[in-house]
């Protein structure tokens, strides 16, 4: 079975940009949670999507935003980019809520 | 409120035995997991537990209390390569829903 897949893998924007980050989950997983991480930093949740439907929301603010897809593949996307949104996001899908997640390599955006 | 605590970092000798603990207080406890990150990559699924005792995998065994609110990843016979991020995640069923609730990882250093 095909790993989970995010795109682009990397990415750099400026400040002020707007950005959207894909991931494809493992075939048959309904589950897609998005995670930033920063320098030396834990995982930061930001939201999860069961079935097309937003499950559970970290404390980030509204500039952050997500869906999910028909075909479970889910799209991630930050409007009016700041400094400190530079950081590794990563996609992890399971196959039900909050079942045992599996990561895909992540997408290393840079904002300058 | 919800918290899990992990040490930030450890250090052991190749070859040698380390615990990695990891203490929770959530309201509605569902389930433990582990997850190893190496530096760079995305985290790795370890270990689940939901039932209290010692589950092994090969040199890597986790251990759940419930009633002390207490997990621990024992590695044996380290080697250079477990050098990385130890993650433990609680998931909790909140007043309505599941969620997963993430520690800020133990970095662990192999020394030869």
């Known amino acids: 079975k095909a790993g989970v897949t995010q795109t682009p893998r990397y990415l750099i924007k400026t400040r002020g940009q707007q950005v959207t980050l894909s991931c494809s989950p493992i075939s048959g997983h309904r589950s897609v949670s998005w995670y930033q991480q920063t320098p030396g930093q834990g995982l930061q949740f930001l939201f999860e999507y069961f079935s097309e439907t937003q499950r559970n929301k970290g404390n980030f603010p509204g500039r952050f935003s997500g869906r999910q897809f028909s075909n479970s593949r889910s799209e991630m996307n930050v409007s009016t980019l700041e400094l400190g949104d530079s950081a590794l996001y990563l996609c992890?899908?399971?196959?039900?809520?909050?079942?045992?997640?599996?990561f895909g390599p992540g997408t290393r955006l840079t904002v300058l | 409120g919800q918290n899990i605590d992990q040490p930030t970092e450890m250090t052991a000798t190749e070859g040698a035995i380390v615990q990695i603990n990891c203490t929770y207080q959530?309201?509605?406890?569902?389930?433990l997991f582990w997850y190893q990150q190496h530096a760079g990559e995305a985290p790795t699924f370890l270990s689940y537990n939901v039932l209290d005792g010692l589950e092994e995998k090969g040199r890597f065994s986790s251990f759940l209390s419930r009633s002390k609110g207490y997990s621990y990843l024992l590695l044996k016979e380290l080697q250079m390569k477990d050098s990385a991020s130890y993650l433990c995640?609680?998931?909790?069923?909140?007043?309505?829903?599941?969620?997963?609730?993430w520690g800020a990882g133990t970095k662990l250093i192999i020394k030869p």
């Open positions: 992890a899908s399971s196959i039900g809520h909050t079942d045992t997640q599996y």
């Open positions: 959530t309201s509605g406890f569902n389930g």
């Open positions: 995640a609680v998931r909790d069923k909140g007043d309505s829903n599941y969620q997963l609730i």
